[in-house]
């Protein structure tokens, strides 16, 4: 059997200088669009979470200065359809946002049986896809962000 998930994940926004954003359509629920996410694992810090989750899921090298922490954290309750992956009892995740700039729109490699497709749209346009209402907001927050 699987281990839990902790309900400890981050989310990572990965942006163009002008603003476009990568979504990734998540393989188990198609229609729903999302950056980045992932659960920690072990004590890793949030930071190696999101460099890990940005590789496994992306293909893409995450670094700082590129990748940073925007100091958000954000607590909601676990989807019913996914609370499962969690010990029993466990009802809400604590989420840390970060950054990732590219230089460009560039392709992705997908982790297999995790994403259906990609792609890059204008943030606002992202904000609007997206179906996790804290994606959403992170993405709202991007033009602040931008160099």
């Known amino acids: 059997m699987k281990p839990y998930k902790q309900p400890v994940s ?73 609370r499962h992956r969690y010990a029993p009892g466990v009802t809400h995740n604590r989420e840390q946002v970060f950054g990732l700039l590219v230089s460009d729109a560039v392709p992705v490699r997908l982790a297999p049986g995790e994403h259906l497709a990609w792609c890059w749209q204008p943030w606002e346009e992202a904000a609007e896809r997206v179906f996790s209402p804290s994606n959403a907001e992170a993405l709202r927050l991007l033009p602040s962000r931008l160099p």
């Open 10 to 82: 981050v989310l990572v926004v990965i942006h163009t200088p002008d603003g476009r954003v990568l979504l990734l359509e998540r393989a188990d629920r198609p229609g729903y669009w999302q950056s980045v996410t992932g659960s920690r694992e072990g004590e890793e810090a949030l930071i190696d979470t999101a460099r890990r989750e940005v590789l496994e899921e992306t293909g893409l090298m995450a670094e700082p200065p590129a990748l940073s922490d925007w100091g958000i954290s954000n607590t909601y309750e676990i989807y019913a359809h996914w």
